[in-house]
């Protein structure tokens, strides 16, 4: 049996610093007439029954996605857990009857349809605490779906273990891989968790959705 959307919070992890994109949110960069975020946002939005997004500083810059704001927990950047931190401190305080989260990253626009169905129903398997994406063989550490209940656990890594990798953590507690396959573009089959990190990056993303719009 599948999870509840209203079980699922969806977080849109846009904290860190983008310095391979030269610095700012990369999120809010030009993509084909919209923004990656906006994107994103399309596409997770109908798999959740909330969501937010993770970022630092003036929430302001966000106000058009109307999502609620989640900003890190723990100072200085500590990296993707701290989004994941923030995302379970929201839930667990804004919509206690939430069982998971579900992360995803904000610049990723050919995310799949189906992300949350198949990770949560990975995750209610009990192979593993938490379901993460994988695509190629290769696992995505900031595509999952995380209990809330680990909360506390969390932190404690994070604010006193002083645990930054992501799979330095889950390793601790069991991930299930979910394998999701290439989505094809115009006959080539493109990464689904592609993300635009670079600039050159970003020039291949909006070349796909070119061809993605001659395909409709």
């Known amino acids: ?64 996605f109307g999502c609620p704001i989640a900003a890190d927990t723990v100072p200085d950047n500590p990296g993707p857990l701290a989004g994941v931190l923030a995302g379970m401190r929201w839930a667990v ?53 995380w209990p809330t209940a680990l909360a506390d656990d969390l932190e404690a890594a994070v604010r ?4 930054r990798k992501v799979l330095a953590w889950t390793d601790r507690h069991g991930v299930v891989p979910v394998d999701f396959a290439p989505v094809l573009i115009s006959g080539k089959g493109v990464d689904p968790f592609f993300n635009a990190n670079t600039p050159e990056e970003l020039d291949e993303a909006r070349r796909l959705l070119g061809l993605q719009g001659g395909d409709a």
Request: hydrophobic share 45%; charged share 20%; no cysteine.
């Open 160 to 163: 006193h273990d002083g645990i």
């Open 1 to 64: 049996m599948t999870v509840p959307k209203s079980e699922i919070v969806g977080v849109l992890l846009a904290g860190g610093l983008s310095r391979r994109m030269g610095g700012g949110d990369k999120g809010l960069l030009d993509l084909a007439g919209s923004s990656m975020l906006a994107r994103v946002i399309d596409r997770i939005r109908p798999q959740v029954g909330d969501l937010i997004i993770n970022a630092n500083g003036d929430p302001g810059r966000f106000a058009r």
């Open 93 to 145: 305080a804004n919509r206690p009857s939430a069982r998971y989260i579900l992360t995803v990253s904000t610049d990723a626009p050919f995310l799949p349809d189906d992300l949350a169905d198949r990770l949560a129903l990975a995750a209610d398997s009990g192979a593993g605490a938490i379901a993460m994406a994988r695509s190629s063989g290769k696992l995505q550490p900031v595509i999952g779906l």
